[in-house]
């Protein structure tokens, strides 16, 4: 899938400046299981310099700063950035200093950091690949990268079953695109694994994690159209069986619920 990368950041940025807010207190974003497993796997130490990249509301850099000396915590959209800083103050952090960065040119030096993080953002990126190089350019010799996004069904494999998976994968894409227009395209495990590799780093941890969504307020946080919230049902509703059996949608009343899964996948430079 190809990408004009100008027009996708900036509409990350218009998409996320205007919902910062409710970044603040998502539940999905602000108390995931995901961040205690990360600061459990990384294992952070008291003098190391962490960068979190596409920060959002701060959440993961809050999770590394009682362990480390420094965490610095990047974000393409200024307002994502006001909301965090507002953040480390309500909680009394000094350690965490906040910058507009890209993740894709990320305005460090070589070898300056001992973590690099990232937490269900990537696929927003127009060029995750791009993104995965330049967190080994700046990562310190040994350096871990740690990250968590939704995953999609894929693989490179060939033949029926897998045309039916990567149809499925692109289908569920198609699903947070409707939702989120800055939604760029989740990777497969496989796709991770092989951009991990590419990169220099040997994954030294990989596990899947599932979360409930319940839909309603899944859609109000993008500010989703009464069309298009209705697409949207009518998409998990419909779904293909290979569709169905990712996000395992339940429909109870009028409450919707369907399950995301991520990966979490920590590398560590070769």
């Given at each position: 899938m190809s990408y004009n990368a100008p027009m996708s950041k900036e509409k990350v940025q218009q998409q996320f400046g205007a919902n910062a807010a409710a970044y603040a207190t998502s539940t999905v974003h602000a108390k995931g299981y995901s961040l205690t497993r990360l600061v459990e796997i990384t294992q952070p130490q008291p003098d190391w310099q962490v960068?979190?990249?596409?920060?959002?509301?701060?959440?993961?850099?809050?999770?590394?700063?009682?362990?480390v000396a420094h965490v610095t915590a990047t974000d393409l959209t200024p307002e994502m950035l006001t909301v965090a800083?507002?953040?480390?103050?309500?909680?009394?952090?000094?350690?965490?200093?906040?910058?507009?960065?890209?993740?894709?040119?990320?305005p460090y030096a070589d070898g300056q950091f001992n973590l690099?993080?990232?937490?269900?953002?990537?696929?927003?990126?127009?060029?995750?690949?791009?993104?995965?190089?330049?967190?080994?350019?700046?990562?310190?010799?040994?350096?871990?990268?740690?990250v968590v996004d939704n995953i999609v069904p894929g693989t490179h494999?060939?033949?029926?079953?897998?045309?039916?998976?990567?149809?499925?994968?692109?289908?569920?894409?198609?699903?947070?695109?409707?939702?989120?227009?800055?939604?760029?395209?989740?990777?497969?495990?496989?796709?991770?694994?092989h951009g991990f590799a590419r990169a220099g780093f040997a994954v030294h941890h990989q596990e899947l994690l599932t979360k409930e969504i319940e839909f309603a307020s899944w859609a109000a946080r993008m500010q989703v159209s009464p069309e298009d919230t209705i697409r949207l049902k009518a998409m998990l509703v419909q779904a293909?069986?290979?569709?169905?059996?990712?996000?395992?949608?339940?429909?109870?009343?009028?409450?919707?619920?369907?399950?995301?899964?991520e990966l979490l996948v920590v590398g560590k430079l070769s």
């Open positions: 960068l979190d990249v596409a920060t959002a509301a701060g959440h993961t850099a809050f999770a590394f700063a009682p362990h800083a507002g953040l480390a103050a309500e909680k009394g952090l000094t350690n965490v200093s906040f910058e507009p960065a890209d993740a894709e040119k990320l690099v993080t990232c937490r269900i953002a990537p696929h927003h990126f127009p060029d995750i690949q791009q993104f995965i190089h330049e967190a080994a350019r700046v990562l310190k010799p040994g350096g871990q990268l740690a494999l060939h033949g029926k079953k897998a045309r039916l998976l990567n149809e499925a994968g692109n289908y569920v894409n198609a699903f947070e695109k409707l939702r989120d227009p800055s939604h760029g395209r989740c990777w497969s495990i496989a796709e991770w694994e293909p069986t290979a569709v169905a059996d990712f996000l395992t949608p339940q429909i109870s009343n009028d409450r919707i619920t369907f399950r995301l899964t």
